[in-house]
């Protein structure tokens, strides 16, 4: 099955650039998904990328992708406290909108 | 907006309890899921239903069974519960439809069992 990887941590101080990245081993996904899990709550979809494209830009949020090595990145710019959070990659698998979720990094926003 | 509610928060139960979590949606979606949600492994599937009294098993159904009388609401059941399912419990629904994977949670239950 599919294998989506994480680094499960990461530590940024306020007004910094944070970037979380995620690996793949399926490579025929059609979209490709970042979700935000907030202290106590479900998970919330952040942004998606189309697998035809290489960047994608909304608003602090710089999603990248190189299908060639199978890497996403979810860059955020000037990052808040209010962006500490778990953030998790997501790929289509299989029939009956199946995802496949990575393992999560946990973004810690220092003040 | 989406709305999926789960039955409660918290939970905790004992050993060898029968365990039932509830999980609602108004959207009208079609498709259900149950997932667990565990430090350093991520989500992972526990089973996931595409239409009323219709179900599938994921990838780790092994101690679970669900129920899906309605479209609205969709149920997981620990028979026996023990200690190696305490854990984060999230719920989430989704429309069917082509390219379109995007899955809508509930707050989550986290349920120990002692």
């Known amino acids: 099955g599919e294998d989506v990887e994480q680094s499960l941590f990461l530590s940024v101080r306020e007004g910094d650039s944070s970037v979380i990245n995620c690996t793949y081993t399926d490579s025929s996904s059609t979209y490709l998904y970042w979700y935000k899990q907030e202290p106590g709550a479900g998970l919330q979809l952040l942004t998606y990328?189309?697998?035809?494209?290489d960047m994608k830009q909304d608003q602090r949020l710089t999603v990248l992708l190189n299908k060639k090595d199978k890497h996403l990145s979810l860059r955020i710019a000037d990052t808040q406290t209010g962006d500490s959070a778990i953030y998790f990659c997501?790929?289509?698998?299989?029939?009956?909108?199946?995802?496949?979720f990575g393992t999560g990094t946990k973004l810690q926003v220092i003040p | 907006d989406v709305k999926v509610t789960q039955s409660s928060r918290y939970l905790v139960k004992r050993t060898g309890e029968k365990v039932f979590l509830e999980c609602v949606q108004d959207m009208d979606h079609e498709n259900m899921f149950w997932y667990r949600q565990d430090p350093g492994l991520g989500l992972r599937l526990i089973y996931f239903?595409?239409?009323?009294?219709?179900?599938e098993k994921g990838d780790i159904p092994e101690g679970y069974s669900v129920s899906r009388e309605k479209k609205e609401r969709f149920s997981l059941i620990l028979e026996s519960a023990s200690t190696n399912q305490t854990s984060m419990y999230l719920c989430a629904s989704s429309l069917p439809g082509q390219g379109n994977y995007e899955q809508y949670f509930g707050p989550g239950t986290r349920l120990t069992v002692t």
């Open positions: 997501a790929l289509p698998r299989g029939g009956y909108q199946k995802v496949t």
């Open positions: 990328i189309f697998s035809n494209m």
């Open positions: 239903s595409y239409d009323v009294k219709m179900k």
